[in-house]
Structure formats: structure tokens, C-alpha cells
Nanobody, 124 residues
């Protein structure tokens, strides 16, 4: 079975940084896109960033452009989300997801597999 396991969440002060990791296993991912979503309390799950396993083309939500960077290590089947200049509004549970869709923006219906999420809390 496909498994996506997130790690790296925690508590950080505004202006600080965190690096999230997502380890993928269970199949070949070369034709897929790895996607990060987040969901804050009382809000809908929203797209954050995506990266193609092959080629490494990446896409970002406007809210995180210039602050977050998505990357991947194909030899480890791991995708990362480097989050800098964190704001309280970045507080959310961050989910790793795998999608067979090739686009610039991802919605929940584009996702084939989900991780269980990792909590990120940014204090003011």
C-alpha cells in the first residue's frame, strides 16, 4: 500500500522557520506529483505547494510564495517543505498528498493518497 508519513511539525515563533518532510513508500512515484495542503481550525483544507517527481517543476499558493520552498530527493522518495518567515496565519495541520494530476493548482479531488498530517503552530 502507498504510505505517506509527514514529520517536522512543531511550535515556532513568528518569523521563524520549520522544515517538513514527507516520506513516501509503496509504489513508483515518477509519474506523480507530491502536494502539500494545510488546514487551519475552522477552515477548509487549502493547497500550499506541489512538485513533480520527474523534473522537479514546482508550484505555490500565492499566500506562501517567497517564503516556502518545496523540494524532493528522489533517491529517498522524500519531499520537503522549507517554511521561512512564518506567520501566525500559517498555523495549521499540514498534509502530504500524492496526485496523478498534472496542473499548477491542486484541490482535494485531485488527490489519490493522503498522509495523516503534522501540526505546525506559529505563535505571536
Amino acid at each position: 500500500q502507498v504510505q505517506l508519513v509527514e514529520s517536522g511539525g512543531g511550535l515556532v515563533q513568528a518569523g521563524g522557520s520549520l522544515r517538513l518532510s514527507c516520506a513516501a513508500s509503496g509504489r513508483t512515484f515518477s509519474s506523480y506529483t507530491m502536494v502539500w495542503f494545510r488546514q487551519a481550525p475552522g477552515k477548509e483544507r487549502e493547497f500550499v505547494a506541489a512538485i513533480r517527481w520527474s523534473g522537479g517543476t514546482s508550484y505555490y499558493a500565492d499566500s506562501v510564495k517567497g517564503r516556502f520552498t518545496i523540494s524532493r530527493d528522489n533517491t529517498k522518495n522524500t519531499v520537503y517543505l522549507q517554511m521561512n518567515s512564518l506567520k501566525p496565519e500559517d498555523t495549521a495541520k499540514y498534509y502530504c498528498a500524492l496526485s496523478g494530476y498534472s496542473g499548477t493548482y491542486y484541490r482535494e479531488h485531485n488527490v489519490d493518497y493522503w498522509g495523516k498530517g503534522t501540526l505546525v503552530t506559529v505563535s505571536s
